[in-house]
Protein backbone atom coordinates (compact mmCIF):
# COMPACT_ATOMS: atom_id res chain seq x y z
CA UNK A 1 0.00 0.00 0.00
CA UNK A 2 0.97 3.73 -1.08
CA UNK A 3 1.71 5.76 2.26
CA UNK A 4 -0.31 8.42 0.25
CA UNK A 5 -3.08 7.87 -2.16
CA UNK A 6 -4.84 10.11 -4.32
CA UNK A 7 -6.91 9.42 -7.36
CA UNK A 8 -5.11 10.42 -10.31
CA UNK A 9 -8.53 11.85 -12.50
CA UNK A 10 -8.59 14.44 -14.03
CA UNK A 11 -11.65 15.62 -12.20
CA UNK A 12 -13.44 18.04 -14.28
CA UNK A 13 -15.67 20.70 -12.66
CA UNK A 14 -17.83 23.85 -13.95
CA UNK A 15 -16.44 26.76 -13.18
CA UNK A 16 -18.04 28.38 -10.30
CA UNK A 17 -18.89 25.08 -8.55
CA UNK A 18 -17.14 23.44 -5.72
CA UNK A 19 -13.81 21.47 -6.46
CA UNK A 20 -13.43 18.35 -3.94
CA UNK A 21 -10.14 16.69 -3.92
CA UNK A 22 -9.27 13.71 -1.53
CA UNK A 23 -6.00 11.82 0.07
CA UNK A 24 -6.05 8.91 2.28
CA UNK A 25 -2.47 7.92 3.88
CA UNK A 26 -1.26 4.85 5.60
CA UNK A 27 0.78 5.77 8.94
CA UNK A 28 -1.44 6.62 11.52
CA UNK A 29 1.07 8.18 13.14
CA UNK A 30 1.30 11.31 11.03
CA UNK A 31 1.61 14.53 12.23
CA UNK A 32 1.35 17.43 9.38
CA UNK A 33 -0.83 17.33 6.22
CA UNK A 34 -0.41 19.57 2.90
CA UNK A 35 -1.76 20.17 -0.73
CA UNK A 36 0.76 21.70 -2.87
CA UNK A 37 -0.50 22.71 -6.40
CA UNK A 38 1.41 22.24 -9.45
CA UNK A 39 0.70 23.86 -12.41
CA UNK A 40 1.94 21.90 -15.85
CA UNK A 41 5.87 22.47 -16.10
CA UNK A 42 6.43 24.01 -13.08
CA UNK A 43 6.97 23.13 -9.94
CA UNK A 44 4.98 22.44 -6.83
CA UNK A 45 3.86 25.02 -4.43
CA UNK A 46 2.27 25.25 -1.02
CA UNK A 47 -1.41 26.18 -0.80
CA UNK A 48 -2.31 24.64 2.41
CA UNK A 49 -1.29 22.79 5.85
CA UNK A 50 -3.37 21.07 8.68
CA UNK A 51 -2.27 19.65 12.06
CA UNK A 52 -5.65 19.61 13.74
CA UNK A 53 -8.71 17.14 12.92
CA UNK A 54 -11.41 19.29 11.18
CA UNK A 55 -11.86 22.40 9.19
CA UNK A 56 -8.97 25.20 8.55
CA UNK A 57 -10.21 27.89 5.17
CA UNK A 58 -7.99 30.04 3.81
CA UNK A 59 -9.75 31.79 1.27
CA UNK A 60 -11.63 29.64 -1.06
CA UNK A 61 -9.56 26.67 -0.35
CA UNK A 62 -10.94 24.49 2.93
CA UNK A 63 -8.65 21.61 4.04
CA UNK A 64 -10.03 18.83 5.97
CA UNK A 65 -8.81 16.31 8.48
CA UNK A 66 -10.12 13.29 9.82
CA UNK A 67 -7.14 11.64 11.48
CA UNK A 68 -9.74 8.52 12.46
CA UNK A 69 -10.20 7.71 9.16
CA UNK A 70 -6.82 8.63 8.00
CA UNK A 71 -8.43 10.91 5.49
CA UNK A 72 -7.52 14.48 3.80
CA UNK A 73 -9.23 16.59 1.65
CA UNK A 74 -8.97 19.78 -0.06
CA UNK A 75 -12.42 22.11 -1.43
CA UNK A 76 -11.89 24.61 -3.80
CA UNK A 77 -14.92 27.17 -3.80
CA UNK A 78 -16.02 29.18 -6.70
CA UNK A 79 -13.45 27.44 -8.74
CA UNK A 80 -11.54 28.96 -11.54
CA UNK A 81 -9.97 28.23 -14.97
CA UNK A 82 -6.43 29.20 -12.94
CA UNK A 83 -7.19 26.32 -10.71
CA UNK A 84 -6.79 23.60 -13.47
CA UNK A 85 -3.58 22.40 -12.21
CA UNK A 86 -2.58 18.87 -10.45
CA UNK A 87 -2.95 18.76 -7.11
CA UNK A 88 -0.48 16.87 -4.51
CA UNK A 89 -1.72 15.52 -0.74
CA UNK A 90 1.75 15.48 0.92
CA UNK A 91 2.46 13.88 4.83
CA UNK A 92 5.01 14.20 7.80
CA UNK A 93 4.57 10.66 8.04
CA UNK A 94 6.34 10.75 11.53
CA UNK A 95 6.84 13.96 13.64
CA UNK A 96 9.99 12.59 14.61
CA UNK A 97 11.61 12.67 11.55
CA UNK A 98 11.30 15.18 8.89
CA UNK A 99 10.60 13.56 5.72
CA UNK A 100 7.46 14.90 3.11
CA UNK A 101 5.81 12.11 1.20
CA UNK A 102 3.66 12.98 -1.80
CA UNK A 103 1.04 11.58 -3.38
CA UNK A 104 0.93 10.79 -7.22
CA UNK A 105 -1.66 13.73 -7.45
CA UNK A 106 -5.28 14.81 -8.88
CA UNK A 107 -5.41 16.84 -11.90
CA UNK A 108 -8.01 19.14 -12.09
CA UNK A 109 -10.06 20.82 -14.78
CA UNK A 110 -12.26 23.72 -14.76
CA UNK A 111 -14.32 24.07 -17.60
CA UNK A 112 -15.61 27.40 -18.63
CA UNK B 1 15.94 36.28 -1.82
CA UNK B 2 16.49 33.85 -5.30
CA UNK B 3 14.80 30.48 -3.71
CA UNK B 4 16.28 27.51 -4.62
CA UNK B 5 18.33 26.86 -7.69
CA UNK B 6 18.98 24.48 -9.49
CA UNK B 7 21.21 23.81 -12.67
CA UNK B 8 21.01 22.67 -15.31
CA UNK B 9 17.41 23.10 -16.76
CA UNK B 10 17.27 20.70 -18.94
CA UNK B 11 20.43 17.50 -19.48
CA UNK B 12 20.25 15.55 -21.85
CA UNK B 13 22.52 12.37 -22.15
CA UNK B 14 23.31 8.98 -23.19
CA UNK B 15 22.95 5.79 -21.43
CA UNK B 16 26.06 5.03 -19.45
CA UNK B 17 27.10 8.55 -18.84
CA UNK B 18 27.63 10.40 -16.02
CA UNK B 19 25.06 12.64 -14.97
CA UNK B 20 25.46 15.80 -12.20
CA UNK B 21 22.34 17.39 -10.93
CA UNK B 22 23.14 20.57 -8.88
CA UNK B 23 21.31 22.66 -6.33
CA UNK B 24 21.60 25.76 -3.83
CA UNK B 25 18.83 26.14 -1.25
CA UNK B 26 17.53 29.24 0.39
CA UNK B 27 20.01 30.70 2.70
CA UNK B 28 18.94 29.55 6.49
CA UNK B 29 17.13 26.72 5.64
CA UNK B 30 18.17 23.62 7.07
CA UNK B 31 16.84 21.06 5.59
CA UNK B 32 17.40 20.02 1.81
CA UNK B 33 15.20 17.41 0.06
CA UNK B 34 16.09 15.58 -3.65
CA UNK B 35 12.56 14.38 -5.23
CA UNK B 36 12.34 12.95 -8.56
CA UNK B 37 8.60 13.30 -10.39
CA UNK B 38 7.80 10.75 -13.23
CA UNK B 39 3.80 9.95 -14.85
CA UNK B 40 3.78 6.79 -13.62
CA UNK B 41 5.42 7.15 -10.18
CA UNK B 42 4.61 10.70 -8.85
CA UNK B 43 6.80 12.37 -6.57
CA UNK B 44 9.07 10.22 -5.43
CA UNK B 45 11.61 11.40 -2.55
CA UNK B 46 15.06 10.06 -3.09
CA UNK B 47 17.39 11.79 -0.31
CA UNK B 48 17.20 14.39 2.27
CA UNK B 49 19.63 16.15 4.79
CA UNK B 50 19.42 18.18 7.74
CA UNK B 51 22.34 20.27 8.62
CA UNK B 52 24.36 19.00 5.48
CA UNK B 53 24.55 15.20 7.06
CA UNK B 54 22.21 12.56 4.99
CA UNK B 55 19.48 11.70 7.27
CA UNK B 56 17.15 9.17 4.92
CA UNK B 57 18.75 7.81 1.60
CA UNK B 58 15.66 4.94 1.36
CA UNK B 59 14.29 6.67 -1.74
CA UNK B 60 17.59 6.40 -3.51
CA UNK B 61 16.62 3.55 -6.22
CA UNK B 62 20.17 2.02 -6.45
CA UNK B 63 23.88 2.33 -6.08
CA UNK B 64 23.97 4.08 -9.33
CA UNK B 65 23.00 7.35 -7.22
CA UNK B 66 24.51 9.14 -4.72
CA UNK B 67 23.76 12.23 -3.29
CA UNK B 68 26.20 14.74 -1.41
CA UNK B 69 26.15 18.07 0.77
CA UNK B 70 29.28 19.77 1.14
CA UNK B 71 28.56 22.94 2.54
CA UNK B 72 24.99 24.43 3.43
CA UNK B 73 24.59 26.40 0.21
CA UNK B 74 25.30 23.52 -1.88
CA UNK B 75 24.21 19.64 -2.99
CA UNK B 76 24.40 17.33 -5.86
CA UNK B 77 22.32 14.50 -6.64
CA UNK B 78 25.08 12.38 -9.16
CA UNK B 79 23.50 9.45 -11.47
CA UNK B 80 26.63 7.01 -12.66
CA UNK B 81 26.08 5.24 -14.85
CA UNK B 82 22.85 6.75 -16.26
CA UNK B 83 19.82 4.36 -18.14
CA UNK B 84 16.84 5.34 -19.89
CA UNK B 85 14.72 4.76 -17.10
CA UNK B 86 16.37 7.70 -14.81
CA UNK B 87 14.67 10.03 -17.32
CA UNK B 88 12.53 12.21 -14.97
CA UNK B 89 12.17 15.88 -13.64
CA UNK B 90 14.19 15.48 -11.00
CA UNK B 91 13.53 18.71 -7.88
CA UNK B 92 15.43 20.25 -5.41
CA UNK B 93 13.94 21.75 -1.97
CA UNK B 94 14.93 23.61 1.38
CA UNK B 95 12.74 23.62 4.47
CA UNK B 96 14.17 25.78 7.89
CA UNK B 97 13.57 24.09 10.93
CA UNK B 98 10.64 23.80 13.51
CA UNK B 99 7.31 22.70 12.98
CA UNK B 100 5.83 25.50 11.51
CA UNK B 101 8.15 25.96 9.10
CA UNK B 102 7.44 22.49 6.97
CA UNK B 103 7.06 24.65 4.06
CA UNK B 104 8.87 23.08 1.16
CA UNK B 105 10.34 25.22 -1.29
CA UNK B 106 11.10 24.48 -4.49
CA UNK B 107 13.70 24.66 -7.49
CA UNK B 108 12.46 25.17 -11.02
CA UNK B 109 13.53 21.35 -11.72
CA UNK B 110 16.08 19.75 -13.64
CA UNK B 111 14.16 17.66 -17.14
CA UNK B 112 16.87 14.81 -17.78
CA UNK B 113 16.17 12.83 -20.39
CA UNK B 114 18.31 9.51 -20.95
CA UNK B 115 18.82 8.19 -24.65
Known amino acids: ?112 | DAGVIQSPRHEVTEMGQEVTLRCKPISGHDYLFWYRQTMMRGLELLIYFNNNVPIDDSGMPEDRFSAKMPNASFSTLKIQPSEPRDSAVYFCASRASGRLSEKLFFGSGTQLSVL
Open chain 1, 1 to 112: QKEVEQNSGPLSVPEGAIASLNCTYSDRGSQSFFWYRQYSGKSPELIMFIYSNGDKEDGRFTAQLNKASQYVSLLIRDSQPSDSATYLCAVNPNSSASKIIFGSGTRLSIRP
